[in-house]
């Protein structure tokens, strides 16, 4: 099993739609957890932390549910800016070096 | 600031060749990392540093080395290139523990072609 899985898409949706990306992780004892952009062509960006309370970001809403191990992304009336892959990221041991492990990415297109 | 800056952009090698990646940050970060992208497998990591002069294998070193020598600049070297070491490099640099959290800054990539 992948340390860090995710649907790959790609997700086609039209300018103004909802759409929900998941991502589970295997060490239950994984400390921190990220959302990543990364635009074609380019390098991947924070998007947004997860908490464990869930946090929002404009209209970007992150989901943290430690017990079933899973992450979600939550992006309201899409615009086409928002085309990219999303990469669920997670530090699987807390250390204080960063050590990161990538899902390997959702591709969402927004179209007209 | 610049960031993270990677030298080169692309690069095409033959079989057996060697080359050397640069990678530069200015925002006085402890920690470097090199990563690759290859389709459908996510970025794994090559090797790290946590600090000048120190560097460990991450999940991917076979084939090759790195060094840390100042703290601005880490370095990847291919000593013998394989076309199984084509692929996207990623450079990226991040705060030491102390910050509120450790986001990754990454440079622009490297687009590497072996034949």
């Known amino acids: 099993r992948k340390e860090v899985e995710q649907d790959p898409g790609p997700f086609n949706v039209p300018e103004g739609a909802t759409v929900a990306f998941n991502c589970t992780y295997s060490n239950s004892a994984s400390q921190s957890f990220f959302w990543y952009r990364q635009d074609c062509r380019k390098e991947p960006k924070l998007l947004m932390s997860?908490?464990?309370s869930g946090n929002e970001d404009g209209r970007f809403t992150a989901q943290l549910n430690r017990a079933s191990q899973y992450i979600s992304l939550l992006i309201r009336d899409s615009k086409l800016s928002d085309s990219a892959t999303y990469l669920c990221?997670?530090?699987?041991?807390?250390?204080?070096?960063?050590?990161?492990?990538f899902g390997q990415g959702t591709i969402l297109t927004v179209h007209p | 600031n610049a960031g993270v800056t990677q030298t080169p952009k692309f690069r095409v090698l033959k079989t057996g060749q060697s080359m050397t990646l640069l990678c530069a940050q200015d925002m006085n970060h402890e920690y470097m990392y090199w990563y690759r992208q290859d389709p459908g497998m996510g970025l794994r990591l090559i090797h790290y540093s946590v600090g000048e002069g120190t560097t460990a294998k991450g999940e991917v070193p076979d084939g090759y080395n790195v060094s840390r020598l100042k703290k601005q600049n880490f370095l990847l070297g291919l000593e013998s290139a394989a076309p199984s070491q084509t692929s996207v490099y990623f450079c990226?640099?991040?705060?030491?523990?102390?910050?509120?959290?450790?986001?990754?800054?990454f440079g622009p990539g490297t687009r590497l072609t072996v034949l």
């Open positions: 990226a640099s991040s705060t030491p523990v102390g910050s509120s959290y450790n986001e990754q800054f």
């Open positions: 990221v997670v530090n699987p041991s807390g250390t204080s070096y960063g050590k990161l492990t």
């Open positions: 997860v908490y464990s």
